[in-house]
């Protein structure tokens, strides 16, 4: 059965070019919550043949992004942040799990964590959205 913010993040998702381009699979969303996995791919790494950090970046910003828009309401980021614990290398497989801390008519507050599948943690996130007016039609 398809929840509301299944409806929100499938529609999300066909104009997501970049988390497309990851190859993100969605494992689960709910409100205030969501959950995805990744394989780090060899053009995704930098000199250091370890996963660029904008990429561990960008992944957690789109588990938030997901997460924060699955309560129905536009959601855009205002300020965000991450701790890079441990590098990622090719073939690595990761999930971001998104979890809403605090939810205001006008702000959220996210909490990021990136493990590979065994456990490891990899990177913590914090973001912060502006909720507008605008309402997803689902």
Not at 53 to 81: K, P
Request: hydrophobic share 40%.
């Amino acid at each position: 059965m398809d929840t509301k913010a299944k409806k929100i993040v499938d529609k999300m998702m066909e104009k997501d070019r970049f988390s497309q381009w990851m190859g993100i699979e969605r494992l689960e969303e709910k409100e205030g919550y969501c959950q995805l996995k990744m394989i780090i791919r060899t053009e995704m790494c930098n000199g250091f043949e370890i996963a660029h950090g904008g990429i561990s970046y960008s992944f957690a910003d789109s588990a938030l992004a997901f997460a924060s828009n699955s309560q129905g309401r536009h959601a855009v980021s205002i300020e965000t942040s991450i701790s890079h614990i441990k590098p990622l290398r090719p073939g690595d497989a990761i999930i971001a799990t998104a979890v809403e801390k605090n939810l205001s008519k006008r702000i959220g507050i996210y909490e990021i964590s990136i493990h590979k599948e065994n456990g490891e943690l990899i990177a913590l996130f914090k973001g912060t959205v502006f909720r507008k007016e605008t309402l997803w039609e689902v």
